[in-house]
């Protein structure tokens, strides 16, 4: 054991990343609390429309999306990249969409089979491009990200001053925007989202409220790729809402508890990192699911009191023998 | 207004056919609502009276035909029309307190973006007294009975101010008191003038509740004034001789003079 999980050492996990190293940790931070946080805004949608698979099918396609932009383009210029991963994450939608229109196949059914095969095509066509040399797309880093790199990319020039990380950057734009679009049109998401029926009756156009969460879910993942990974991305839209979910039945307050997960994840993922020299989007991901799970031990403990509390309230009414043989 | 102005019949709908995966389900609809009556849609399980209200709304994609609301097409006029949607199409689990769910029947009358007003705030607090469902206001929809979220479903179309209401199935899982109460309040929806379509499934109460009747079994089997229509003979036809539901019509023709 003492090879494995290396000491405990509280000066170098918890002293040392905000002191010595602050400018690397305070980026991977950021960056771990920007890409938490904007997934698992998004995420929250997904949620409540059941739809989170729609979240691994849409990072899953970034790969065919990256190397077709590329064979299109010639080119690995971050907007090219970007797009290309982008309209296949909305391809991938649409083709799900065409699958479930066109034939019976259950939306879950149709969603496998549009993001694996998409993905295996994705691979076909790297290898390929490999074997002749033309390209050298690290899968690695596409599946799994890293988060510690980001700190060291030459920084973001604004005004003649400096910003930071160009990721980084990006990726704090892309948390503000979704902040205020949630903000903005909460009332057509939370219709369409509650009761597509009612909002269709009021003369809402539900299929573009439906693309435009699925244009937001693609910019979030594609964004949050580079730090996290495609496979991490999933974890990040689905973990903080469930979090959230937890804890509150109003939406508002989710929406907040969202955000206090993704800071705190960030925050111990890094100590984490830090600890076990690990990956940092590893850590944080384990870090936010260890959150989940005190708040989900938190209310079962919570329910478990409170139906105690009302078994002996039965018990002490004669009247109520029904309710007692719970 | 005079009274070929089609602008006054709250719901036209001309050779309407409504097919699921190219399999038809609702054949060749037509009727015309006269304003300000009180309409009961009937017919068995399956019979396509979700798929007529939908359908009306523009909510499925309709085979052929046409619908007017008003005289104009329903995207022209959908601020006219209030929906009561079956309880089961939506997820009692969502983080929507009663207030929330009540205030989406205002959100057609909102722009863009614009969030309800004080106003609307009233008029939502208003419909959820009517429905005696006020003091339930701030709880989370997920802590309700079958029967109180009825009500507040019911006060989500009353908030819509419309004209025309289509209701499906208003009445299931209530109980005999506040069945007495929504009926009341359609009634009263009915004397200032407005137009109710409500699909209804018991048909003992059928011909005490409604002016007239709309019996379905994918084709309109009949369309008419409540006395003229509810006969045994239609009733067979609409249910296709069940015997258990005819039994039981027989009897309610028996006992009602
Ligand atoms: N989403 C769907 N896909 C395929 N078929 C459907 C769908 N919804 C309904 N149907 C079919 O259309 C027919 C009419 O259904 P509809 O829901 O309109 O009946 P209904 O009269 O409302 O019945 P109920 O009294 O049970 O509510 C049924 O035969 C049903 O099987
Ligand atoms: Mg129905």
Redesign the pocket.
Known sequence: MQQLIPPFDWHRIFVQPWTTDFSITIWVVLMGFFVTAACGLVGNYLLLRRMALIGDAISHSILPGLVLAFMIFKHNSTWVMFLGAFSAGLLTVAIIEFIHRQSRIKPDAAICIAFTVLFALGVALMSSLESQGTIHIDAECVLYGEIAFIPLEPPTVWNGMEIGPPSAVRMGIVLVVVALAIAVFYKELLVTAFDGGLAKSLGMRTSVWHYALMGALAIVVVSAFEAVGAILAVAMLIVPPMFAAQLSSILPVRLGLTVLHAGLSAVLGLHLSVWLNCSGAGAMVVAAAFLFVLAWLGTMAGSIRNRSLAVDRCSRDENLPQVRSL | MNAPDSSSTPLEVHDLTVA??K?P??YGIDLQVPEGSLIGII??????????I?AVMGLLPVSSGWVKIFGKSYRENCHRVGYMP?RESVDWDFPVSVMDVVLMGRYGRLRLAQRPTKQDREIARNCLEKVKMLPFANRQIGNLSGGQQQRVFLARALAQESDLYLM??PFVGVDAATEAAIIALLRELKSRGKTLLV?H?DLASAKEYFDKLIL?NMRLVAFGDTDEVFTPEILQTTYGGRLTILSEVAQTLSTTP
């Open positions: 699921y995966h399999k389900v609702l017919g068995p399980n399956g019979a396509g009276k979700s798929t007529f939908k079956q499906d199935e699909v499934h379905l």
